[in-house]
């Protein structure tokens, strides 16, 4: 009996110690099936680039730092909304604990963000060294070009490109059509003169050198050449043909945040082989960047325009005499200032918008101020990738020029409002070589109709460039 009773006491024992086991073991088990549902959340609202909202939940669950799928997610969001050191440990929590292809390339683009340029770029090339995926592969490029301009911080870097294209211009030499201009009483457009509106077929050619070489903590020398051209197919034509070259030189530092500019620069416009324009500019830029969003700038330039005396045919056919231009009363200097913004958007396509307001004035050098202007204009960009190997680049612009003298007599105070508009699209081919399509839309309106032009182009051009 005593056995019994002592056997029974046991066992009644053993089952209260099961049940709490059991009982701890059912809250052990709850908390473990509330993280899962906090780390699938967390990927969903990554999946939906709702980064704002992850980063939220990610920071009211901090006790799951440390689980390698959570810091991944945490760390994509962290990086999405601004916190680029956050993020940063987290993916190297994750790629510690369970390597992946996404968390090496969102630690590089961690790295690029932060600046640490030799860590993003060991990632970057390792990842292409390891991938077979050339979309991905064209991802990574758009980071390393970068990262290779950067580098040139603390160590010389230099390119070489070329560019050949061929397209067509429906005005390539801003002509009026044939008749009388409207507003200046006795003036016509003869047909067949070179005054007259002209269309026709160009082939086009651009080559180029640039270089960075840093020369103290902080400071940096960087320079270029380089050259471009527009010839047209018809004969005729020829004598509207295009070529310039320029060169630049400066220095630029980097403090914080802040990065100024000081450089120099020429450039010469030739006209069917004949000089015609130059300009030597010196401009300096400031820019900051106060987050991986925004970035804001200003510019100074002053530039003198030394024009050419050139000579050029009556007609397009080559009768009617040849005239020779006065290039000297046309000289001038110009000075302009501007500002400009810049927004990064968080979305899968890497939308970034740049904006910039400009004023300025030209001054005739002979004092003609009939030949003097001031200045106001606006442009705006928006550049975004669709796809990997894709980049949509849209423009607009708007330039209002006011001269400070009458046109001629019993004419106006010359008013010209230049409108612009364009579409670039983009292909990477391979690491080098880049295929471009171009439409771009010029409108001027002018109270002296003699100024009043419109133009449309379009070009097919194939680049390469070599670091």
Not at 17 to 43: C, K, N, S, W, Y
Request: proline share 4%.
């Amino acid at each position: 009996m005593r056995e019994g009773r002592s056997t029974k006491w046991r066992r009644a024992g053993l089952c209260l110690l099961l049940m709490g086991l059991a009982a701890a073991g059912a809250r052990a088990q709850a908390p473990a099936a509330a993280d899962e549902a906090v780390i699938t959340q967390m990927q969903e609202l990554v999946r939906q680039s709702r980064h704002e909202q992850a980063y939220a939940l990610g920071r009211a669950n901090e006790g799951l730092l440390g689980h390698p799928v959570f810091d991944l997610y945490y760390g994509i969001a962290a990086l999405h909304t601004g916190v680029p050191g956050e993020a940063v440990f987290a993916l190297e929590r994750h790629v510690a604990q369970q390597p992946s292809r996404l968390g090496h390339f969102m630690l590089g683009k961690g790295y690029f963000v932060l600046g640490e340029d030799l860590r993003a770029k060991e990632e970057f090339e390792d990842l292409l060294a390891t991938g077979k995926d050339p979309d991905e592969a064209a991802v990574i490029w758009q980071y390393l070009d970068n990262i290779w301009w950067r580098e040139g911080r603390y160590r010389p870097v230099g390119r070489f490109y070329a560019e050949v294209g061929v397209g067509s211009s429906d005005n390539i030499n801003a002509g009026l059509p044939a008749g009388p201009v409207a507003g200046i009483p006795g003036l016509n457009v003869l047909e067949g003169s070179t005054y007259e509106r002209e269309a026709d077929t160009q082939t086009h050619a651009a080559l180029g050198v640039n270089g960075r070489y840093p020369f103290l903590p902080g400071w940096v020398a960087y320079g270029g050449l380089h050259a471009r051209g527009r010839w047209n197919q018809t004969g005729t034509n020829q004598q509207f043909d295009s070529t310039d070259a320029s060169a630049e030189a400066g220095v630029e530092l980097a403090k914080g945040r802040h990065l100024y500019r000081l450089g120099l620069d020429h450039r010469q416009s030739s006209i069917d082989g004949q000089r015609f324009l130059d300009v030597a500019s010196v401009t300096g830029d400031w820019h900051y960047r106060p987050d991986q969003f925004h970035r804001w700038g200003a510019s100074l330039a002053y530039s003198d325009l030394n024009y050419h005396s050139i000579n050029y045919q009556r007609r397009k056919d080559g009768t009617g005499g040849t005239v020779t231009t006065d290039g000297s009363l046309r000289d001038s200097a110009l000075t302009q200032a501007s500002v400009n913004w810049s927004y990064f958007f968080v979305h899968p396509w890497a939308p970034m918008w740049v904006n910039e307001l400009i004023v300025g004035r030209e001054r005739n050098d002979a004092g003609r101020s009939d030949l003097s202007r001031n200045m106001t204009g606006l442009k705006s960009q928006l550049a975004f990738r669709p796809a990997s190997r894709w980049l949509l680049v849209l423009n607009a612009g708007f330039m209002r020029s006011s001269y400070r003298a009458p046109y001629g007599p019993n004419l106006p105070h010359r008013q010209d409002s230049l409108w612009n508009a364009g579409l670039t699209v983009q292909y990477r081919l391979a690491r080098e070589w880049t295929l471009q399509g171009e439409w771009a839309r010029q409108w001027q309106r002018s109270n002296v109709d003699w100024h009043d032009h419109t133009r449309s182009e379009v070009f097919a051009k194939l680049r390469y460039e070599f670091k």
